[in-house]
């Protein structure tokens, strides 16, 4: 199965989806829609015991053209409204066997400052996210209850992850305009390959 998110962050083109979700494509093809109560849903990742759905999310505010004026509209850095944050937090979900899933809490609340991008988990479970808060610009890395075991601070973080192989123990971070891998003690986890 592959989970992803679709968030909407900029654009101009009609948006076809009624909501921001948390979707699933079975093994024939068949996509599902299984969660809509992330808020703007960014990031997500599978645990390890395949048990629980972690998903972020960051609501910058923005869904594009019903923010700009007509004149606004080919300068994007020209807002006429201006945006309104919503909700910034890292949230577990329990996953079920059959790839639905059900929201059990928020693990960490951004608000008000900006919330996380992309995430990766280890062999042990432990969360590896792409913080993008202004305090606090950096990867944090939390246990699966939610709880800061470790910081690596950074430029403005996007996404994390793990090599494979003999380098499974290398972190990969996209910060700013650069990409930069930082060795850690434990090991990423990957989703087994399907047999």
Do not use: W
Not at 46 to 70: C, E, F
Not at 106 to 121: A, E, I
């Amino acid at each position: 199965r592959i989970y992803f998110s679709d968030p909407r962050y900029l654009g101009h083109e009609p948006i076809d989806q009624p909501v921001v979700g948390v979707y699933r494509i079975d093994t024939d093809g068949t996509l599902h829609r299984i969660i809509t109560d992330a808020g703007k849903a960014n990031g997500v990742c599978v645990s390890p015991d395949q048990k629980s759905l972690y998903v972020v999310s960051n609501d910058n505010g923005g869904t594009a053209i019903d923010r700009l004026s007509k004149g606004d509209a080919k300068q994007a850095d020209k807002v006429s409204i201006p945006l309104r944050k919503g909700f910034m937090a890292l949230q577990a979900y329990d996953l079920a066997a059959d790839g639905t899933a059900k929201f059990r809490k928020t693990l960490v609340d951004y608000s008000p400052f900006d919330g996380p991008d992309g995430l990766v988990v280890d062999k042990d479970g432990n969360l590896y996210v792409a913080v993008r808060a202004e305090n606090r610009l950096g990867i944090c890395v939390y246990s699966p209850e939610g709880k800061e075991l470790a910081y690596i601070k950074t430029e403005i973080p996007t996404n994390v992850g793990f090599g494979r192989g003999k380098d499974a123990k290398l972190l990969y971070i996209t910060a700013g305009s650069s990409l930069y891998r930082i060795r850690i003690n434990r090991e990423g986890y990957h989703l087994p390959p399907r047999r």
